[in-house]
């Protein structure tokens, strides 16, 4: 498909842009989430300090134009592909087939997120937050980034986790967004409006297709428009990568801020700016 | 509908913040009059404190002037000024801070008042912000060591 072909480029370049520019955006945010528990914990009041506004304006961004965040402005999601699309390189090398886990794990695997998020958040709230810091595999990904990798027990566990983490990207397309990100949790049980939900139209879906579902990397079904659905609370793990919009044969799926095509691409540039400059008036300016 | 979801999570969202809310309606009432006695004791703390050092002829051990020191935050030199008046840390101030991302540092430069009220480098780094806190404690205490007598 053409289509897929200019939205990898776009990727590549507006992905590239915040993996370089923006790294700090996941870490920040969810320190925002860290803090206000930690404060709870402490009983003082709440401020409206850098962390939250970070995580303020994401959450309000999530709001209107869906997970677009998780799908190309994360460091982590940025990381998790390049070593997916790698792993795929070399098993094509090797002559094998890209290994993967079997059957549907995002049915049952995609609640675990919501534990880590309760998990961190109770743990900030009865005061063992410092140990959240140590262990994580992001401070770890972070700390090789800029050099400041700590090689205590919780640097090596953190370390430990990340290659976990890795390790399971590499096989799984997002595993970690999908299945162990507390942030992402978090954004699924944002409202998205109605208008950035990814739907298709019943009566022009091509039967037995399921490119779509295919190529999504959350594996999702896409739900149908003005239909009583029951898949339509899974759109919450929809990242707004575009992949089901550019690759439809019947130009059936999408949505008002990601409709597809050559449209689609320009729209994801004009969120990616919209995102940038907000994120910079706040952590730059 | 699909808004049914929406609705739902709106809904969800709203009791979240209805909640945050009212914790901060309380926290807030109550740290009013906590800082009104925190306040109270600190000033007597600090009148007792100079009253002792006359008593006893202790000067302190810090010459008046602007001193500045650097050392290594979380990505590069944090450069920080202190100024000694009347014997006292009257105020740390930052000079640069080139490597740090811009909103860990708005986290951490809150430490420089906690350096000011408890006159000395002794204290918490900020949750969240270790690497940019550190940074700054570390900087102000060159910039003390060089105001020793």
């Known amino acids: ?285 | 509908m699909s808004r049914k979801y929406v609705l739902i999570k709106s809904l969800n969202l709203i009791i979240i913040l209805a909640l945050l809310c009212g914790y901060q309606a309380i926290s807030v009432d109550r740290a009013g009059k906590e800082e009104a006695a925190i306040a109270k004791a600190k000033k007597a703390q600090a009148e007792r404190k100079a009253q002792q050092q006359k008593e006893m002829g202790i000067s302190s051990p810090y010459k008046d002037g602007e001193y500045e020191g650097s050392a290594e935050g979380y990505g590069g030199q944090v450069v920080m000024k202190v100024v000694i008046e009347g014997g006292v840390i009257k105020e740390v101030r930052p000079v640069s801070h080139s490597g740090e991302d811009q909103a860990y540092w708005e986290m951490a430069e809150g430490i420089t008042s906690s350096i000011v009220d408890a006159q000395s480098t002794d204290v918490d780094t900020v949750s969240g912000a270790t690497y940019t806190s550190t940074g700054i404690i570390n900087a102000a205490t060159k910039g003390l060591q060089q105001a020793l007598k």
């Open chain 1, 1 to 285: 498909m053409k289509n897929l072909k200019k939205q990898w480029i776009a990727d590549i370049v507006i992905r590239g842009f915040f993996f370089i520019f923006f790294m700090t955006a996941w870490s920040s945010g969810f320190s925002g989430v860290k803090y206000l528990c930690e404060q709870i914990h402490t009983g003082r009041p709440l401020e409206f300090n850098a962390f939250v506004q970070v995580l303020g304006v994401l959450a309000i961004f999530t709001i209107i134009f869906g997970r677009y965040f998780c799908g190309k402005a994360c460091a982590f999601g940025t990381y998790g592909d390049a070593v997916f699309w790698l792993a795929g390189k070399i098993a094509k090398a090797l002559g094998k087939r890209h290994p993967g886990i079997p059957g549907d794990p995002e049915k049952k695997l995609k609640h675990i997120k919501y534990f880590v998020l309760i998990a961190i958040c109770l743990m900030c709230i009865f005061g063992l937050s410092t140990l959240i810091i140590e262990y994580s595999p992001w401070t770890a990904f972070a700390g090789i980034r800029s050099g400041k990798l700590s090689l205590k027990t919780g640097g090596i566990i953190g370390l430990l986790l990340l290659a976990g983490c890795t390790a399971g990207m590499a096989v799984e397309k997002r595993f970690f967004c999908k299945f162990l990100c507390p942030f992402g949790a978090v954004f699924a049980l944002l409202p998205v409006m109605p208008f950035s939900s990814v739907k298709r139209k019943k009566e022009s879906c091509i039967e037995g297709c399921s490119a779509c579902r295919n190529v999504c990397p959350a594996n999702l079904d896409i739900p149908y428009v003005d239909e009583e659905n029951e898949y339509s609370l899974k759109m919450g793990d929809c990242f707004q990568c575009g992949k089901c919009t550019q690759i439809c044969p019947a130009k059936n799926t999408g949505c008002m801020t990601m409709p597809g095509g050559i449209k689609g691409i320009i729209a994801d540039g004009i969120k990616g700016v919209i995102l940038a400059a907000v994120l910079y008036a706040l952590t730059m300016a």
